[in-house]
T-cell receptor, first 114, second 117 residues
């Protein structure tokens, strides 16, 4: 089955810096890669996703890149703000299986210091 | 919409007791997922329902765990008997479940934090 690895486990940056979180996946059939943000005491929330037919996607300060050949994808946050502090999870899924079975990475705790 | 609703938010019980977690998906969503989150194993899918029917329960850890979805607006996850290793945060999520799956976001509830003593 699919296995998703995520690095780093913790990331501390200064406000205004950029943050990059990287994930690798094992199943070449995976074609959907969402990123979730989990704030303390809350459930994960989707912040951006990408599909295998696209190499990069941007949404304001957030971008995701995908390298299918190397089987890795990354989350980029620019101009970080204290409210970006949270745990971020990557996930992978094969949408051709019939349902969206997400396999999650282990999470990255991002701390943005003012 | 109020989003996915879970109850209780916190549950403390003793080993051997029965625990029932409840979930109300977003109205109009046809797919429902139960996840478990622990420090050791991260976020794991336990079971997935589509149109109230269990489609994949391969993530259910053992027979002590059972899940039901009697109607489109309610699901339960039951642990009987509970053990200390069941301590975790349990999340329910729902999505439209239109069948094509493309572009379907899974919306997570706030979770139930379970502690089994």
């Amino acid at each position: 089955g699919e296995n998703v690895e995520q690095h780093p486990s913790t990331l501390s940056v200064q406000e205004g810096d950029s943050a990059v979180i990287k994930c690798t996946y094992s199943d070449s059939a995976s074609n959907y890669f969402p990123w979730y943000k989990q704030e303390l005491g809350k459930g994960p929330q989707l912040i951006i996703d990408i599909r295998s037919n696209v190499g990069e996607k941007k949404d304001q300060r957030i971008a995701v890149t995908l390298n299918k050949t190397a089987k890795h994808f990354s989350l980029h946050i620019t101009e970080t703000q204290p409210e970006d502090s949270a745990v971020y999870f990557c996930a992978a899924s094969n949408e051709n299986t019939g349902f969206q079975k997400l396999v999650f990475g282990t999470g990255t705790r991002l701390l943005v210091s003012p | 919409d109020a989003g996915v609703i879970q109850s209780p938010r916190h549950e403390v019980t003793e080993m051997g007791q029965e625990v029932t977690l409840r979930c109300k998906p977003i109205s109009g969503h046809n797919s429902l997922f139960w996840y478990r989150q622990t420090m050791m194993r991260g976020l794991e899918l336990l079971i997935y329902f589509n149109n109230n029917v269990p489609i994949d329960d391969s993530g259910m850890p053992e027979d002590r765990f059972s899940a039901k979805m009697p109607n489109a607006s309610f699901s339960t996850l039951k642990i009987q008997p509970s053990e200390p290793r069941d301590s975790a945060v349990y999340f329910c999520a729902s999505s439209l479940g239109r069948g094509t799956l493309r572009g379907e976001t899974q919306y997570f509830g706030p979770g139930t934090r379970l502690l089994v003593l």
